[in-house]
């Protein structure tokens, strides 16, 4: 998931759509302020070597820890996400403030509901 503030869009990776190519290219185009969420380690690796931004402002703030964040913290050494990859539109929308979610243009892409099927099959 990518939300831009400079060019205000909002991209939202759909599975099995090359989402994830999609989301390495955006990023491209992303600023020091915008939402870029985690994508797998192989693929990070590519966007690093292309330049483009990799995963920020996606992670929960410390102040905003509950008990189970700082026991995934402790336990895992993970912090908490926010945003994540293959977040769904409705948590998108609760979590980003209305005016962006007015004002921004949300897209995603959906693949033929057949095809789609059979990929997660195969």
Not at 25 to 51: F, H, M, N, Q, W
Request: aromatic share 16%; with cysteine.
């Amino acid at each position: 998931m990518i939300v831009s503030h400079r060019y205000r869009f909002i991209f939202i990776k759909t599975r099995k759509t090359a989402g994830t190519s999609v989301e390495i290219a955006l990023s491209k185009y992303c600023g020091p302020d915008d939402i870029v969420t985690e994508i797998e380690a192989e693929d990070e690796a590519l966007r690093r070597r292309l330049g483009y931004r990799g995963p920020q402002n996606h992670r929960k703030p410390l102040h905003r820890y509950g008990a189970h964040d700082w026991w995934r913290l402790v336990r895992a050494r993970r912090r908490a996400v926010r945003y994540w990859n293959h977040m769904g539109f409705r948590d998108v929308r609760r979590l980003v403030p209305a005016e962006v979610w007015n004002g921004y243009f949300k897209f995603c892409f959906e693949r033929n509901p057949w095809s789609k099927a059979l990929s997660f099959y195969h």
